[in-house]
């Protein structure tokens, strides 16, 4: 709780300080009912890495003032924030997390290939409009890019294949169009591939049987997720693709794919429950691909 006549910041509730200098490097007010808007003045904690206001009710936009500070952590999810993005957060080399998502945020993305050490970035829940910007694909430390249920349109770029260190790519809920990027299904640590509701085209790249291959190189298990309905995907699903490592859900219905379910899904080991790492889901549009060989089959 925060307490006027209390001169030291650092007992306030949510706020946290380096125990050395005593300044002020992290604040976390999430779920605390705040209202109002985010005060310009906290540009003067210069010093500050970590700002975690989400769960709230704050309007307004964020203030420029916090290019002043040294913040890593951007974190502002579930509120009611708008347009504009800082640009005074270009260029900033200490960022490593933007979370913005479900907010009321209007426009084009902003431009996130100029802050060179994103690693996450979620805007998911908006009202962004325009293109992905290809300039993103230089982003090669970005591990998560969430921009679901938005307005986006235009193609995927082709240069998001180089982000080799991708775990999650959530683009779904929008109107993107055009051809998949072949090798955007093979990111070597992939685990959650999410492109459904748009007017995707094309087929399903043979490159799938690599997506997430790092993981199990490096000893560890990380179910595999791809949501790939109601696109305008055709041609055949990949024979190899049940060759993925721990594929746990995969939704191929809505499309007008065409052949036989690959026997390298059909004979997945199918998940008794959700705490497993075989094959929990598996959906089609039964008349063009019957998935029946697979326990985990739903037609739709």
């Known amino acids: 709780r925060y307490r006027p006549n209390d001169a030291d910041e650092c007992t306030w509730n949510g706020v946290i300080c380096d125990e050395n200098t005593r300044m002020v490097v992290g604040i976390n007010l999430q779920g605390q009912k705040l209202i109002g808007s985010i005060p310009a003045e906290i540009g003067y904690l210069r010093y500050l890495k970590s700002l975690d206001l989400s769960n709230n009710n704050l309007g307004g936009t964020i203030p420029k003032s916090l290019g002043q500070t040294e913040i890593e952590h951007l974190v502002l999810s579930n509120n009611s924030l708008r347009s504009p993005f800082p640009e005074t957060l270009y260029?900033?080399?200490?960022i490593h997390q933007i979370l913005i998502d479900r907010n009321l945020f209007t426009g084009s993305l902003p431009k996130w290939a100029l802050i060179p050490n994103l690693t996450h970035i979620s805007a998911f829940g908006n009202n962004f409009v325009g293109s992905l910007d290809?300039?993103?694909?230089?982003?090669?430390?970005?591990?998560?890019?969430?921009v679901s249920s938005n307005q986006i349109s235009g193609s995927i770029p082709e240069e998001y294949t180089n982000l080799v260190n991708l775990e999650k790519f959530e683009i779904a809920e929008n109107m993107l169009s055009g051809e998949i990027p072949p090798a955007l299904f093979g990111l070597p640590r992939l685990t959650s591939l999410s492109l459904a509701n748009n007017h995707l085209s094309g087929k399903i790249g043979r490159l799938v049987r690599n997506m997430g291959s790092d993981w199990s190189k490096e000893g560890e298990r990380k179910r595999k997720y791809v949501r790939l309905e109601n696109n305008y995907l055709e041609g055949r699903i990949p024979d190899d693709f049940g060759e993925v490592e721990d594929l746990y859900l995969v939704t191929l219905h809505g499309n007008s794919l065409q052949g036989k379910m690959p026997e390298s899904i059909c004979e997945l080991e199918?998940?008794?429950?959700g705490f497993s790492f075989a094959l929990y889901k598996l959906t089609s549009d039964c008349g063009n691909v019957d998935c029946s060989c697979s326990k985990a089959c739903q037609c739709l």
Not at 91 to 94: D, F, T, Y
Not at 270 to 273: F, I, K, L, N
């Open 91 to 94: 260029n900033k080399k200490s």
């Open 134 to 146: 290809p300039e993103l694909g230089s982003l090669t430390n970005l591990r998560v890019f969430l």
């Open 270 to 273: 199918v998940a008794s429950s």
